[in-house]
């Protein structure tokens, strides 16, 4: 689809409050897939599922771009935590989504989205909607490429990958 340059300006807007927003900053702190952060991670999340969302027509940027974002602010440390280890994978969309309502006032839709961004591990939160599927799409795309990095490269890398995820376009 295409968007006006206003709209594109008002993306980049709202991702520039999230990424910069003292809450988010938080998953900073939360490892994952050898050498990232969630941080990280959900930014460069965002900027892929903008990008696969621009192809399709009529779909919901906003809730993808939030939801995105916001996949993975669980802020807990599964590795250390031992009371969320056993399903972190089941449980974390979930308490994602109620971290993501009550600091940021999330509606239903983007609750949804991030509820089912697991699939298809979460074999019946199947994403129903184009939104939660171009988000779900990304995250296991991103979430392969960091799994497949060595901690070694990530570390090199990390620079590039910071200035990266400065823009959303
Ligand atoms: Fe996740
Ligand atoms: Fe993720």
Redesign the pocket.
């Known amino acids: 689809m295409k968007i006006s340059e206003q709209e594109k300006q008002e993306l980049e807007e709202l991702y520039h409050f999230f990424l910069t927003h003292e809450k988010t900053q938080k998953m900073k702190d939360v490892q994952m897939h050898r050498g990232s952060n969630t941080f990280l991670h959900s930014f460069k999340v965002a900027k892929l599922a903008i990008k696969r969302a621009l192809r399709h027509k009529k779909v919901n940027l906003k809730a993808i771009l939030v939801a995105s974002i916001l996949?993975?602010y669980y802020l807990y440390d599964w590795r250390t935590e031992k009371q969320y280890k056993a399903h972190h994978a089941q449980n974390?969309?979930f308490i994602?989504a109620e971290n993501a309502k009550k600091d940021f006032g999330i509606d239903d839709e983007i609750m949804k989205i991030i509820q089912t961004?697991?699939w298809p591990f979460n074999i019946k939160r199947f994403p129903e909607t184009k939104e939660a599927r171009i988000v779900n799409f990304a995250?296991n795309r991103i979430a392969l490429k960091e799994a497949l990095t060595s901690r070694a490269h990530k570390e090199r890398h990390r620079e590039k990958e910071l200035k990266f995820i400065e823009k959303l376009f």
């Open positions: 996949h993975d974390h969309p994602a961004h697991m995250d």
